[in-house]
């Protein structure tokens, strides 16, 4: 079971980047998918997350409105749509595999590696 995440980088505030989570060694359908991020000197946070048919998906208060989570079941891949964004969405995001889609890092069993996302102001 492997996560690959991608998609970080520096972006100005007020602008877009859309990660992605392909995963391999398993399929979509039975894992719900998480995104989680750690900021300098915080601890990880939930930012969303999707349940394994897809039809659920959940945010964090602090992403709500801007953030969008979807799969690609056809691709094995998650995607998460970063819009508005802000410095204080800097961070290393993640994404993790479990089997229910809480914003609880405890609930998910394969992580992938991080991927840095930068909003200058």
């Known amino acids: 079971v492997q996560l690959q995440a991608s998609g970080g980088g520096l972006v100005q505030a007020g602008g877009s980047l859309r990660l992605s989570c392909a995963a391999s060694?398993?399929?979509?359908?039975?894992?719900?998918i998480g995104w989680f991020r750690r900021a300098p000197g915080k601890g990880r946070e939930g930012v969303s997350s999707?349940?394994?048919?897809?039809?659920?998906?959940y945010y964090a208060d602090s992403v709500k409105g801007r953030f969008t989570i979807s799969t690609d079941n056809a691709k094995n891949t998650v995607y998460l749509q970063m819009n508005s964004l802000k410095p204080e969405d800097t961070a290393v995001y993640y994404c993790?595999?479990?089997?229910?889609?809480?914003?609880?890092?405890?609930?998910?069993?394969?992580w992938g590696q991080g991927t840095q996302v930068t909003v200058s102001s």
């Open positions: 993790a595999a479990g089997s229910f889609p809480r914003l609880e890092p405890r609930d998910y069993d394969y």
């Open positions: 999707i349940s394994s048919s897809g039809g659920s998906t």
């Open positions: 060694g398993f399929t979509l359908d039975y894992y719900a």
